[in-house]
T-cell receptor, first 113, second 109 residues
Framework: KAGVTQTPRYLIKTRGQQVTLSCSPI?????VSWYQQTPGQGLQFLFE???????NKGNFPGRFSGRQFSNSRSEMNVSTLELGDSALYLC????????????FGEGSRLTVL | GEDVEQSLFLSVREGDSSVINCTYT??????LYWYKQEPGAGLQLLTY?????DMKQDQRLTVLLNKKDKHLSLRIADTQTGDSAIYFC?????????FGTGTRLQVFP
């Protein structure tokens, strides 16, 4: 079956803009988690959604938000972009959530100029 | 706190064993995981261990868990060039996974 699909794969924005990233989980998976990966900080947990409800949230400012639709697809939004938001944003899906295997997409690489 | 620590780099010769170490902080973690990330790709689950186990072996992979010291290690036997990647350990905390900083394994011939 198809894996986790993230779009777009690459994008460039300027400071102050906003961005929306999309994630389509594996069919049947109801949990979607988002992570930010940077060389200096490694993988940082952003949030996790399960059946359209946010179950967990990491320590990121309110500029980072997300949502999940009834078909389990998820989007994350970053408003008022800063240079430090440049990162690889990874989405992962699972059937149950954090305690269980996460299946990762290839990520969306965001560059903020 | 929720810090999972790993050394940043490891370089080994092809055919040797690799040992990647990790320390975690939450003693209530139920499962501990090892993920692998190849260049340009997302993370892929390699193996995991339940917190009441000391060791788990899966083909060339051996996971050792010292719960008292909150120390986890991954041993790769007969390391191959295809094993070159970044390896992340992760602990499960209240329905989320907290990842370490990753160890970049370089295998040279």
């Amino acid at each position: 079956k198809a894996g986790v699909t993230q779009t777009p794969r690459y994008l460039i924005k300027t400071r102050g803009q906003q961005v929306t990233l999309s994630c389509s989980p594996i069919s049947g998976h109801r949990s979607v988690s988002w992570y930010q990966q940077t060389p200096g900080q490694g993988l940082q947990f952003l949030f996790e959604y399960f059946s359209e409800t946010q179950r967990n949230k990491g320590n990121f400012p309110g500029r980072f938000s997300g949502r999940q639709f009834s078909n389990s697809r998820s989007e994350m939004n970053v408003s008022t972009l800063e240079l430090g938001d440049s990162a690889l944003y990874l989405c992962a899906s699972s059937s149950t959530g954090g305690i269980g295997e996460l299946f990762f997409g290839e990520g969306s690489r965001l560059t903020v100029l | 706190g929720e810090d999972v620590e790993q050394s940043l780099f490891l370089s080994v010769r092809e055919g040797d064993s690799s040992v990647i170490n990790c320390t975690y902080t939450d003693s209530s973690s139920t499962y501990l995981y090892w993920y692998k990330q190849e260049p340009g790709a997302g993370l892929q689950l390699l193996t995991y261990i339940f917190s009441n186990m000391d060791m788990k072996q899966d083909q060339r992979l051996t996971v050792l868990l010292n719960k008292k010291d909150k120390h986890l290690s991954l041993r790769i036997a007969d390391t191959q060039t295809g094993d070159s990647a970044i390896y992340f350990c992760a602990e499960s905390i209240t329905d989320k996974l907290i990842f370490g900083t990753g160890t970049r394994l370089q295998v040279f011939p």
